[in-house]
């Protein structure tokens, strides 16, 4: 029926355009709440879901009683839904569409032997098939599932196309058909159902406690740790909230990993807001890896094994992104190129060193980070390169005696000061031999290290030659101690 | 650790549990504050790879600067060592140093503060304080703002790089010696006097061969130390028991 048809036979219709954005957001977030059920929840767009309950129905009393909860529970949430659970996911989606359901929208439950008469009634738009082929189809009298059950195939695979035929297959489980997951499935994960729905932070966290416990239990039993966590809490009315937390080191420490959690749950830009509170939580490892041995002391022996450095930096960098992310922990990489402000880059700890862009094209050779030499001063020159850098460098003013003289005058920071000593120049260019590297306007710098009337100690440094296209200019790049 | 006469004017091992802050004496002399904190936590260090927190507050970073590992090892800092954690506000900065100070074996924290300062400074500083003490591990205030930070430090410090070489030197012609060395007035001290120190941080080993490229980082210390104190002690610094009220002048009586 067209809108002006509608409105002409209910004048007070009240209009709103079709948001197919935020259909999509919201099936997403029923997905999500899903997740209760199975970890494989896949979509079935516009407007269905497709759950793999394979050796998950048990865990909710059979396949009837999963059924009923999630009807019930979906209901709740002021939600109306068909549901069917078949042995194939062709099945499936014919029969929570097209199949019979009582009041509630819960569809039948089809065992394998069954498969065949249960879609032999439902139309044919039920194969997932494109409009022109279902159009196509029943004009030539062949309207139910059944009609082309009784067929020969081959005549139909050729007018109606291979599709038809596979589609008819995948429906009744002679060709495999898998369902695409939203997320990837977790190595590891445990979930906690609770019967009592919970609110406060304190009793959030406790889950997530023996979560933890559990989660570490099956970890240690593989060998293996958690490098990141998702912690998801589903809440009465179907909103679920996921909290994430990574770790540097495979970690099966039950209560390491609960301090992570704890942490982040403390330190949510948006706290959990528990409503009517929270009925299930989930805790799964999405990325884990093999723990390395520990040394452990002999029996007897009563003292801690000393806590080594590198195991310090790791556990203080998961809590301190566990507080403030991840990519504002950060560690000094060096890397082997001379220019100075790739030659050291501040990383998120855990990330690749990334190849600096000017001196080696990417993929040609590895960053050597570990091989990069320091620019450790000789006795008597003091420090070659600055302890505090700018980013970018900042542009000052130079007055000298000749143009490419040393510096004699400044004037940075609305602040005009004279040199009281100047060193160098130091000429750093370009790296010329990769071809796109020289992407500034000029190829050479030439660097000063002076001290100014107050005492100042600064790095500045000349872009461009005298002569060139364009005049030179000067900035600072950094402070010296 | 390697006593020197002003690791001793602060008390020594004892400057380990505590939290002093630094100020940079003038506009511009950031890295010079940075520095005299790293070169006072590998004096007072216990191991020689136990790493370093430096929390950043991003203000404080766009106007001093980031950290550079090069530069770190100019003064004798391994930078694997360091670890940064970039944050923004007073009480972010702060909480991670406290983070920081809740792990043992540190070789300490360093905290840029950005100029403006949360209301209740002294009570989140004796919270630093006392998890300092806790942990052996010291932790330095950097804080370029007009007003020093109101905190229950051990130590106050107003640092510049030092100067007594240019002096000597001032024509450009000639070379200026660049070698690390800070001139630092100690404005609070709960451990001794106070007083102006002129100290360089100088390699223990002196770097034989003329190579700038070296992959051993060398071990620094403080040397040539020159103090010069007050005339007068401050009132807090008077011992007890020793102030006797004089009428001046004394003829007149």
């Known amino acids: ?481 | 650790m390697t006593t020197t006469p002003l690791l001793t004017a602060i008390g020594g091992e004892k400057a380990r549990q505590r939290l002093h802050a630094l100020h940079p004496a003038h506009p511009g002399q950031e890295a010079a504050t940075a520095g005299f904190a790293i070169a006072l936590a590998l004096s007072l260090q216990r191991a020689r790879d136990a790493p370093l927190l430096w929390v950043q507050d991003r203000q404080a970073t766009a106007e001093a600067g980031r950290p550079y590992g090069h530069g770190l090892a100019a003064l004798g800092f391994d930078p694997a060592r360091l670890v940064v954690v970039a944050v923004k506000g007073a009480m972010n900065a702060l909480a991670a140093a406290e983070m920081g100070l809740e792990e043992a074996g540190l070789a300490g924290v360093l905290v840029d503060l950005p100029p403006r300062l949360p209301s209740d400074m002294l009570r989140l500083g004796k919270r630093l304080s006392l998890r300092a003490q806790a942990r052996e591990t010291p932790c330095f205030l950097l804080h370029a703002g007009r007003e020093p930070v109101e905190a229950p430090v051990a130590t106050r410090w107003s640092v510049q790089s030092g100067r007594r070489q240019q002096a000597a030197g001032s024509r450009i012609s000639q070379l200026p010696d660049l070698r690390t060395a800070f001139d630092l007035t100690l404005t609070k001290n709960r451990f001794g006097g106070l007083g102006r120190f002129s100290v360089a941080w100088r390699p223990v080993a002196s770097i034989a061969s003329p190579n700038e490229f070296n992959h051993a980082i060398p071990e620094f210390v403080f040397s040539d130390t020159t103090l010069s104190e007050p005339v007068a002690a401050s009132a807090a610094n008077r011992s007890a028991g020793t102030g006797a009220v004089l009428p001046w002048p004394a003829a007149a009586a």
């Open chain 1, 1 to 481: 029926m067209a809108l002006a048809q509608a409105q002409a036979m209910q004048p007070d219709l009240v209009a709103h355009p079709h948001d197919a954005a935020a259909d999509a957001r919201l099936l997403e977030a029923i997905a999500d709440w899903a997740d209760r059920y199975t970890p494989l929840v896949g979509r079935t767009p516009p407007d269905g879901l497709m759950l793999d309950i394979t050796g998950a129905a048990h865990l909710h009393g059979g396949e009837a009683a999963l059924q009923a909860d999630l009807a019930a529970r979906i209901e709740a949430q002021g939600f109306s839904a068909r549901t069917a659970i078949a042995p194939t996911p062709g099945a499936a989606f014919a029969l929570a569409r097209y199949g019979p359901a009582d009041r509630r929208g819960l569809g039948p439950i089809i065992a394998p032997d069954g498969l065949r008469d249960s879609l032999a009634p439902l139309p044919i738009a039920g194969l997932r098939l494109d409009p022109a082929t279902v159009a196509g189809l029943r004009r030539s009298g062949l309207k139910a599932i059944g009609d082309l059950l009784t067929r020969p195939r081959a005549p139909l695979a050729a007018r109606f196309g291979a599709m038809l035929t596979h589609r008819l297959d995948q429906a009744l489980g002679i060709d495999g058909e898998s369902i695409s997951p939203r997320r990837p499935i977790p190595p590891a994960e445990v979930s906690l159902p609770l019967v009592e729905p919970i609110v406060r932070e304190e009793d959030v966290s406790d889950a997530a406690r023996r979560l933890c416990v559990s989660l570490c239990a099956l970890l240690i039993e593989r060998g293996e740790g958690a490098r990141h966590l998702v912690l998801s809490v589903s809440r009465v009315d179907g909103v679920v909230r996921r909290v994430e937390v990574g770790a540097a080191e495979p970690c099966a420490d039950a209560k390491a990993l609960h301090g992570l959690l704890a942490l982040r749950l403390g330190s949510l830009e948006d706290p959990l807001e528990a409503g009517y509170g929270f009925d299930f939580v989930r805790l799964a490892a999405t990325v884990t890896g093999p723990r390395v041995a520990e040394a452990v002391d002999l029996p007897g022996a009563g003292t801690a094994p000393p806590d080594d450095a590198a195991r310090l930096v790791s556990r203080l960098a998961d809590r301190l992104a566990a507080r403030f992310g991840r990519e504002q922990v950060l560690t000094v990489a060096m890397t082997d190129t001379h220019l100075p402000e790739q030659a050291d880059v501040l990383v998120a700890r855990g990330d690749k060193v990334l190849v600096a862009r000017g001196d080696s094209p990417a993929g040609s050779r590895p960053p050597r980070a570990q091989l990069a030499p320091f620019q450790v001063a000789f006795e008597g020159a003091g420090p070659l390169r600055p302890l505090r850098l700018f980013e970018p460098p900042e542009p000052v003013e130079i007055m000298a005696s000749v143009p490419d003289g040393p510096p004699l005058r400044l004037r940075w920071r609305r602040q005009s000061l004279g040199i009281a000593a100047a060193e160098g120049p130091e000429r750093i260019a370009a790296a010329w031999w990769v071809a796109g590297a020289q992407k500034g306007p000029s190829d050479a710098r030439d660097y000063y290290r002076v001290v100014d009337e107050t005492g100042r100690r600064l790095w500045i440094f000349r872009d461009g030659l005298f002569g060139g296209a364009k005049p030179p200019r000067w900035y600072v790049h950094g402070l010296f101690a």
